[in-house]
């Protein structure tokens, strides 16, 4: 084998995947509801082949933009949807729907403890630059953890203040040791905000979660969705860009944000980049179905090895994302270098712990992508901070996927032999 992958860590891998045979095939059963889901929305609007058509400059009467808005919208039940390359990421998608969604004077109300690291700047929690919610004055508040899980008793508590007018979910755990959200939670969530503070909105970062389960957080009560495309949704194909779904207002109110008050969604050519973007949410469902199948297998692995993963092997998955306590830093070095080792793009390069924009230490990231960022392409990563805990998300199949987990045993054990 070209790979050069020792018989140990293959007979290791096998074992792990001996006991997966149930969770697969409940992640097979999840992937075949949603692309009859998929399929079923692109029936209704009548794609063709004219909707793969761009459109340059200003972008009016792009008939396949406007159309994925409503394919998009129907997926997720939801009265609009904004789906657009001009988002650089899904920071940036959140940034335009708390703006959208607050005011001067109006209080901003963290569910689950602080958000990920980069929202902090745009909140203005970090200094990052001019241009915060703060800055523009909009309150910061949080609902901590309890036990490291959400506070439904501090969260009611907190919702009830008349001033809060936005309540921000964030369903992965993002960099903290947490349990990632169930939709079935984030509706409970949902329930007790709409019983103190029936006025509020929740506004729900969907990134890493997009068609690991049935439904999704706007059919039990979100008033809003937000993601990245080159997460989820996008199925490994999408080039860039984000989406918002959900109340009209809301949609309309990020738009504005995105580009300007009066013209909102109505400008954004897509530069002959639908074609992808129609494609990787038609592979999305199965696309992420493998991605949840190598962190299924990674923890079985690592289990194996002694190690703490969270979720478990055996856990049903709220998203792609697995944890992994690697203990010190040598090790998470090690596994991420086995990472990039298995990537298809730049497998030959070292990752580096580095200074990464947005992040208050340095980060060390394994990501070789087809697309710079894509994080439903192999990819782990994680703050050079104890208890050194490395992110695994991504594989565009299971195969690769397996081979990339496999590599990182490799190098973590020590060589071929």
């Known amino acids: 084998m070209t790979l050069q992958i020792s018989q140990r860590v293959l007979d290791l891998g096998e074992k792990a995947r001996q006991g997966l045979a149930e969770q697969f095939a409940r992640i097979d059963a999840i992937a075949e509801e949603n692309t009859a889901r998929v399929l079923s929305a692109f029936q209704k609007h009548r794609v063709a082949e004219g909707y793969f058509a761009g459109t340059t400059g200003y972008g009016y009467d792009d008939l396949g933009r406007d159309q994925l808005d409503q394919i998009y919208a129907d997926l997720f039940g939801t009265e609009a949807a904004l789906v657009r390359i001009q988002f650089v990421n899904g920071t940036h998608a959140i940034t335009c729907a ?5 005011k001067a004077g109006d209080v901003l109300l963290s569910a689950v ?3 990920y690291d980069t929202l902090m700047g745009a909140i203005g929690t970090a200094d990052k630059g001019h241009g915060s919610l703060r800055d523009y004055g909009v309150e910061y508040r949080q609902v901590e953890l309890k036990d490291d899980c959400p506070d439904l008793e501090g969260l009611a508590r907190a919702a009830a203040d008349p001033r809060v007018k936005a309540v921000l979910i964030q369903r992965s755990k993002g960099y903290s040791t947490r349990a990632s959200l169930s939709v079935a939670e984030i509706g409970e969530m949902c329930r007790i905000v709409r ?15 997009e068609f690991v389960e049935t439904q999704e957080p706007t059919h039990v009560g979100a008033d809003l969705v937000v993601g990245s495309l080159i997460k989820n949704p996008g199925g490994g194909l999408a080039p860039t860009g984000g989406y918002v779904a959900g109340r009209r207002d809301l949609v309309e109110g990020a738009a504005m944000r995105l580009t300007a008050p009066g013209i909102g969604g109505e400008c954004g050519c897509t530069l002959g980049q639908n074609r992808l973007l129609y494609q990787g949410l038609f592979l999305a469902p199965h696309t992420v179905a493998q991605a949840v199948k190598t962190a299924v297998f990674a923890a079985g692995v690592m289990e194996l090895l002694g190690y703490e993963t969270e979720p478990a092997s055996s856990a049903v998955r709220h998203d792609i994302i697995q944890m992994i306590h690697m203990r010190e830093p040598e090790a998470l070095k090690k596994f991420c270098k086995g990472i990039q080792f298995g990537a298809p793009v730049d497998s030959y390069v070292t990752p580096e712990p580095w200074d990464m924009p947005g992040y208050d230490c340095q ?5 070789g992508a087809f697309v710079q960022g894509a994080s439903i392409e192999l990819s782990a990563d994680a703050p050079m901070r104890p208890p050194y805990t490395v992110y695994l998300q991504g594989g565009l199949t299971f195969e690769s996927g397996r081979l990339g987990v496999l590599l990182a045993v490799q190098e973590l054990l020590g060589g071929k032999d």
């Open 113 to 115: 403890g602080a958000p």
């Open 98 to 102: 708390l703006f959208g969604a607050l």
């Open 363 to 367: 980060v060390i990231m394994a990501a």
């Open 195 to 209: 019983e103190v503070n029936p006025g509020a909105a929740v506004l729900v970062d969907n990134c890493y979660g």
